[in-house]
């Protein structure tokens, strides 16, 4: 193991993953399923590039490879949901003309929402965006998703 695997964050071997070509198919899933759920192609972004490490690195080193998989049967599961939340918050709804609900602009918006699902990658979540990224972009997908904001 290097010495970088010590001194580094969970979130910049994150980082350095995604750079590697490790969360890519995950990203596509997203991408494709956002852009059928909420009706807008989005740009390449800066959200996505600070966004994406931080999930990322919540998801472990063994689900990595499934978790496409595991996106995919979450976007199924919760098909009509999904798509009434991009409706009423979404990049075309009039909230998002308001500056808020930001991260639902963006398809990493999906994979933020598949870890709110569960209690436990939850809190991981929670603990990892502490200090990373703006608490308000995670609190505000958490009160449209049905859970407590959690920062």
Known sequence: MSADAYTSTPVDRAAQD???GGADAALAVAVQSYTALAGHVPPGDAITAEVLPVLWSVITAD???TYPDRLQEFIHRYQE????LYTEYGPHSAIAQHGRHQLF???V???ALERLSTVRSRFALAARWNG???DVWLNDICGPWGIATIL
């Open 109 to 111: 918006s999906l994979i």
């Open 81 to 84: 949901r999904l798509t009434r």
């Open 105 to 107: 602009a963006h398809p």
């Open 63 to 65: 689900e990595r490879e």
């Open 132 to 134: 990373e990224l703006p």
């Open 18 to 20: 995604i750079r590697e």
